[in-house]
């Protein structure tokens, strides 16, 4: 039977006003080489994919876009299959603009003077992944830029913890050059490129037998 894997990635936006959005610089390129990846080893594959993402998916691939958060989660409540494995590699949102002092209408205009917005905590995605998909391989990313390597992994582990998944990806400045596996043992498996770090998911994602 074949395989199916849900791959997320690109960024999420929060509207500010009508035309203005807060977002970040992800560029969707790693859930476009993980795809290519699964693709190849005969996997079915659904991408969801930030409507903001700028490197380029192949054709091939089955994407449904997402804005924010909130839509991602919907999107997987949604899937007509219980995907064999998820990988969370979206740089979805942090905070969402819960309220704006100065200014007024539709659009802010640069004439009203300092406007100040209040963020809220965004919802979070990942936690509530295990509970839809109790049986799937589950990966979720940690792009870490401040502290250290140690801090970093201590960082992964967290995650891993407290959204019961089953390996974190963790890289930037803060883990050093490539990217860091890290499974739920403690163990870490280290890639130099996004290349390598495909293979080896598709790899963990194939051997993978759910033990409760």
């Not at 807060?22 to 990846?37: C, K, Q, R």
């Not at 064999?84 to 819960?98: E, I, K, P, Q, R």
Request: hydrophobic share 40%.
């Amino acid at each position: 039977m074949q395989k199916s894997v849900c791959i997320t990635c690109g960024p999420a936006h929060e509207p500010v006003d009508s035309v203005r959005r807060l977002t970040n610089f992800s560029t969707g390129e790693i859930g476009a080489v993980l795809s290519v990846a699964f693709l190849n080893a005969g996997w079915r594959v659904l991408c969801l994919r930030g409507e903001g993402a700028t490197f380029p998916m192949p054709s091939c691939v089955e994407v449904i876009p997402f804005s924010n958060n909130r839509s991602v989660e919907e999107l997987f409540r949604g899937l007509s299959f219980p995907p064999d494995a998820v990988f969370h590699a979206a740089a979805l949102g942090d905070f969402v603009v819960s309220g704006v002092d100065g200014g007024s209408g539709k659009k802010l205009e640069s004439r009203s003077g300092e406007i100040l917005l209040r963020l809220s905590p965004a919802p979070k995605v990942l936690p509530v992944l295990r509970d839809l998909f109790p049986d799937s391989y589950l990966v979720g990313w940690k792009y870490e830029l401040d502290g250290g390597r140690e801090q970093a992994l201590m960082r992964g582990r967290r995650q891993i913890e407290e959204a019961r998944t089953d390996a974190c990806v963790v890289n930037g400045a803060a883990f050093g050059a490539g990217f860091g596996l890290l499974g739920k043992a403690g163990n870490l498996v280290e890639y130099g490129d996004k290349v390598g770090l495909a293979a080896g998911l598709v790899a963990a994602a194939t051997g993978f037998k759910n033990v409760g």
